[in-house]
């Protein structure tokens, strides 16, 4: 039987999976280390340190710059960053080709779709709305929403039972180890796209199930998929 067979749900990573986020990002954590007073890192180097929530990518961007890394130091950079992350999300983030129309065969087709994403939960829908895929998804779990966020199985478990999915019957999307890693850990398949950040390295070291260079070739996959269902 195929890995994929009786799939009913996808779900989807965000940044580096479905949009761009990094210009909006990079200029973010460089109004934020100027505004401290420390050297702006560039998007280069941001693009490595996207990944794991906002607070840790801020961590990571004060490691660098030689700055104070204590709790109460990440939490006042961090409101800095929320503040400039907030005037820079919507311009500084475009979809990626052919993610609109790849959702819009997914919904036509009845598959059920979720987003989980570690960005702040307070920037996901808005940014979503303003790109036009907001309501693409009946599950949007955002990094606030969980205790704990990807690389650890709790907001696909929790994705899951909104969706009233078993594991087997979602496939799970992302361009990063740590869409894989979550993915793997509560027992769905996963697709790895290669285009994604990802810290520098190939999403093949993860080993998901599929490995993508562009969204549309998901749509091959798809078709697979909802075949079998029909």
């Known amino acids: 039987m195929s890995l994929f067979s009786g799939i009913k ?4 990573d965000l940044d580096g999976t ?7 990002l990079a200029q973010a954590v460089d109004a934020t280390l100027e505004s401290l007073g420390l050297p702006a890192a560039g998007d280069e180097r941001v693009s490595h340190w996207i990944g794991n929530g906002a607070s840790v990518l801020i961590t990571r961007a004060l490691t660098w ?9 990440v939490e006042r950079a961090r409101i800095l960053f929320d503040h400039h992350y907030g005037e820079s999300v919507e311009q500084g983030t475009q979809l990626y080709p052919h993610v609109e ?4 065969f997914l919904a036509d087709d ?13 920037f996901v829908r808005p940014l979503l709305n303003s790109l036009g895929i907001l309501d693409y998804f009946s599950v949007i779990i955002g990094g606030d929403d969980v205790v704990e966020k990807k690389p650890h199985p709790a907001p696909i478990y929790l994705m899951l039972g909104q969706l009233g999915l078993r594991a087997d019957e979602l496939v799970f999307v992302g361009d990063s180890r740590n869409d894989i890693q979550a993915g793997q850990a509560a027992g769905c398949p996963t697709i790895g796209l290669s285009y994604g950040y990802n810290y520098g390295e190939s999403i ?3 080993h998901p199930d599929r490995v993508l260079a562009t969204f549309a070739e998901l749509l091959p996959v798809i078709g697979q998929l909802t075949s079998k269902m029909n």
Request: hydrophobic residues 35%; aromatic residues 4%; without cysteine.
């Open 101 to 104: 129309s790849t959702l819009k």
């Open 110 to 122: 009845g598959i059920k779709m979720a987003l989980v994403t570690n960005k702040p939960t307070q």
């Open 204 to 206: 093949t070291l993860s």
């Open 18 to 24: 479905l949009v761009n986020s990094l210009p909006g």
């Open 65 to 73: 710059a030689g700055g104070d890394t204590s709790a109460e130091y």
């Open 9 to 12: 749900g996808m779900g989807f």
